[in-house]
C-alpha cells in the first residue's frame, strides 16, 4: 500500500490511502471502512470527507455517503450528508470531478436534493473550487459564505 497523488486538489495534504490492483487504483473510504476505485469524482468525494473530518472536526459517525433519497418521485444520489448532534442533517455536500466546471446546474441540482433534506448548509467541490452556502428557510434565500462551521461552533 502506497500513497497517491492524483491531481492536485485545493486541499490541505490529507493522508488518503490508496492501492493498485490489477492496474487500477483504489482509494480507501474510512467512514465506509472500504477501498472503491478511484474515478476522478471519488477522488474529489473523499477529500471533501476528509476536509470535513479532519479540517472542520466532524465525528465519521455523523457522516452519511452516497445514499439514495427520493426527489419529485426519483431516485437520487446525494455525495456526502453531514449530522448534526441530534441527528439532523446538517451539511449537504455536492462532489464533482476536477474537470467539471460548476454550473448554476450544480447549484440547482444541490438545492433540489436540499429540498427534501433541508440543511442549512452546503457545499459544493470539485476539488480545485469550493463553495459554501448557508440556507435561510424562514426568508426562502441562500447566501455564500466563507466557510463551513466547525463541528464545535456547530453545537
Known amino acids: 500500500m502506497h500513497f497517491y497523488k492524483m491531481e492536485k486538489l485545493n486541499?490541505?495534504?490529507y493522508k488518503v490511502l490508496i492501492k493498485n490492483k490489477e492496474n487500477k487504483s483504489y482509494?480507501?473510504?474510512r467512514v465506509r471502512k472500504k477501498w472503491l476505485l478511484c474515478t476522478p469524482e471519488e477522488w474529489v468525494r473523499i477529500h471533501c470527507?476528509?476536509?470535513l473530518i479532519e479540517t472542520k472536526d466532524y465525528p465519521e459517525s455523523l457522516i452519511r455517503i452516497e445514499r439514495e433519497l427520493k426527489v419529485y418521485n426519483t431516485l437520487k444520489r446525494f455525495d456526502l450528508l453531514i449530522a448534526d448532534s441530534s441527528?439532523?442533517?446538517f451539511i449537504l455536500?455536492?462532489?464533482k470531478a476536477p474537470y467539471v466546471k460548476i454550473s448554476q446546474n450544480t447549484f440547482d441540482q444541490i438545492l433540489r436534493y436540499?429540498?427534501?433534506l433541508k440543511c442549512p448548509y452546503l457545499m459544493i467541490s470539485n476539488g480545485l473550487n469550493h463553495y459554501f452556502c448557508k440556507m435561510n428557510f424562514e426568508e426562502n434565500q441562500i447566501s455564500l459564505v466563507k466557510e463551513l462551521p466547525d463541528y464545535k461552533t456547530s453545537l
Open 11 to 13: 486541499f490541505p495534504n
Open 27 to 29: 482509494i480507501f473510504d
Open 49 to 51: 470527507l476528509y476536509y
Open 87 to 89: 441527528m439532523k442533517p
Open 93 to 95: 455536500v455536492e462532489c
Open 114 to 116: 436540499n429540498l427534501e
